[in-house]
């Protein structure tokens, strides 16, 4: 009898530190707990892509300069176009590679790198279009355009040039539509196509065309207004110093 409950006695205490054991842990846990920045991303490889190691060059860019302090970690956060665009035009984000239509003082672009990207049309090899001169050249063109660009003014350029537009997911489709003949032009940037035109024997016949739209630089949108930010600004700040 005494024997059983010496023994009830130790296990009940085993029990006890067990208990106290696994609600340490689950402290300790807690308290380590990684904290996230999400930023916004669409799939615009060789930029922003879940198919790449990293998610893409600009993510790699972006925890290269900007690495996070310890508890704190970058997530991506892939959305279609149209999804993305709904949300940066909300408050509720934080930083985006995705661009904002309407800039206001609560938002900052922060530059990667001092590399720019050259904006443009794929055109046919040999094409006359290679060295089209002004957009009104364009006319009865067919044109491939992100549908996300509807409000840019590239769009309403070439909607006044009365180039046909056709609206494309992804900037690979427009480029696909093109090396099939079903296009005159496809939108993209200069780095992209040559990347994507490395693994595609099929647009060999295709072409960055000598005339340019316009130069941009890559880099993330910033939201102040983001409860979460203040880590990442102190960051930047202390880099811009």
Known sequence: ???????MG?????SKML???FCLCCLNQHANATKYLDVIAVEYPPFTSQSLNADGILFEMLQEQYSLPIGWSYRSYFLPPARAQQLVESN???????PPQGINELIDFLPLGREFVTLGFIVLKGSELDTWQMLPSLAGRSVTLLRNSIETPTYHQLVEANATVVFVEKTEQGIELLAKGRVDMAFSDDYSFHALQKTNADWANLTFASSILRRASVGVYINRACESIDAFIQLWQKKGA
């Open 19 to 21: 208990i106290a054991m």
């Open 1 to 7: 009898m005494y024997k059983r409950k010496e023994r």
């Open 92 to 98: 509720d984000w934080c930083l985006s590679f995705y």
């Open 10 to 14: 130790v296990l009940s205490c085993h």
